[in-house]
């Protein structure tokens, strides 16, 4: 994780597109529903701390490259006083594969900044990259960790999405598949 530094006279904003839109277990002054342009959101990161274990690992949302593409989640502006402590806290829960970054982000009422996201470096060790729809399906039912099941990541942002109006294929047609499926 890089120790980036950040001014503590400008505000911090946070963009969230997985599990920060729908658990943000961290103090904040505003959210706005905002976007990143380029982006498409994939279930394409392992996740063996989280939502699987160490050789059953779960899946869990990486950002990919998308010319064109919009990609729609949460952003959160922090408490300057508070900002040094919720990145550490951030890059704690987010300590297996993430790296931070800074993106030009849009939020729903017109305004441009840039806000800290997350994103899974294609290097790191638990990155699984590009799979079938139905293979990362199958996974996403079977996987459980210490946040619980893979199955409840997926449909709590599912219904975060659907409930903000901005459906995300890739995360609708992954739901219809893991809904048809026993839960594990
Ligand atoms: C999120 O935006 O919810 C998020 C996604 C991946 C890593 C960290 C946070």
């Known amino acids: 994780m890089r120790a980036n530094h950040y001014s503590v006279h400008e505000p911090l904003w946070i963009f969230g597109y997985g599990s920060l839109i729908w658990r943000a277990d961290f103090p904040y002054l505003e959210s706005r529903l905002a976007a990143i342009d380029g982006y498409a959101r994939r279930f394409w990161q392992g996740s063996t701390d989280h ?5 059953a690992p779960g899946r869990v949302v ?21 900002g040094a402590a919720v990145l550490a806290q951030l ?13 030009a ?3 729903d009422c017109g305004q441009r900044l840039h806000a800290v996201t997350y994103r899974a470096a294609t290097s790191n060790p638990h990155y699984l990259g590009p799979a079938s729809l139905q293979c990362i399906a199958a996974q996403i039912a ?7 099941s893979n199955r409840e990541y ?7 999405l659907a409930g903000s109006g901005h459906l995300d294929e890739h995360v609708e047609a992954l739901a219809r598949l893991v809904m048809a499926l026993p839960v594990a």
């Open 91 to 103: 890059d704690h829960r987010e300590k297996n594969g993430y790296e931070r970054l800074r993106l």
């Open 142 to 148: 079977a996987a459980h960790g210490p946040s619980g």
């Open 51 to 55: 939502r699987g274990v160490p050789g």
């Open 154 to 160: 997926l449909l709590e942002l599912q219904a975060a």
């Open 105 to 107: 982000t849009l939020l």
């Open 62 to 82: 990486t950002l990919v490259d998308a010319p064109g593409e919009r990609c729609w989640g949460r952003a959160y502006r922090l408490d300057p006083d508070q």
